[in-house]
């Protein structure tokens, strides 16, 4: 059973046409050691990059591959980290968990920052963001069923993307 309905499917297809200008390479990493949502992470992304020939999954598993997963500074399962453009440039931008609910428009919308190498911010945040000296870690902890939390989500990609 597909976890993206066909009319939903079709409807983020035209979303990622419209939006994307370069590819995107979502990095899973999950586990076998008691990981509740890796399985149907690694299927809802799996039937995601079905949907356009820009996005592309890589998958690894945070024991085996542990130096990369510490290149990459990710420490849970699962995890995405989104990479953008064919030199796959690292943001800073990481999703942990499932991205269910409210949360699914929240991957969608850092798929289409990376996608498009752009983050809409006010020129007072980017002029904030130039004076940052050292390097800031923001995390964003969210519920699939928050109406509010996306906006706090794509508001640090933004932020990170920016930055």
């Known amino acids: 059973m597909a976890l993206i309905d066909p009319k939903n499917a079709t409807a983020v297809?035209?979303?990622l046409d419209a939006a994307l200008t370069r590819p995107v390479t979502l990095v899973l990493f999950t586990t076998n050691d008691a990981c509740a949502y890796?399985?149907?992470t690694r299927e809802l992304l799996l039937e995601l990059v079905a949907l356009h020939p820009r996005l592309q999954l890589r998958t690894y598993d945070l024991n085996t591959d542990a130096t990369y997963a510490a290149t990459l500074a990710v420490d849970k399962a699962p995890a995405?980290?989104?990479l953008g453009g064919?030199?796959?440039?690292?943001?800073g931008i990481r999703y942990y968990g499932l991205p269910s609910g409210y949360e699914f428009?929240?991957?969608?919308e850092?798929?289409?920052i990376v996608g498009t190498d752009q983050a809409a911010l006010?020129?007072?945040t980017q002029a904030f963001l130039a004076t940052l000296t050292q390097p800031l870690h923001l995390q964003v902890f969210v519920t699939p069923s928050c109406p509010y939390c996306p906006r706090a989500?794509?508001?640090a990609y933004a932020l990170a993307h920016a930055s």
Do not use: N
């Not at 428009?105 to 969608?108: D, E, G, I, K, V």
């Open 105 to 108: 428009a929240t991957l969608l």
């Open 153 to 155: 989500a794509v508001l």
């Open 122 to 124: 006010q020129p007072a």
């Open 13 to 15: 297809r035209q979303e």
């Open 86 to 91: 064919v030199q796959e440039i690292d943001y």
């Open 110 to 112: 850092a798929i289409r």
């Open 80 to 82: 995405m980290v989104i």
């Open 38 to 40: 890796c399985d149907v």
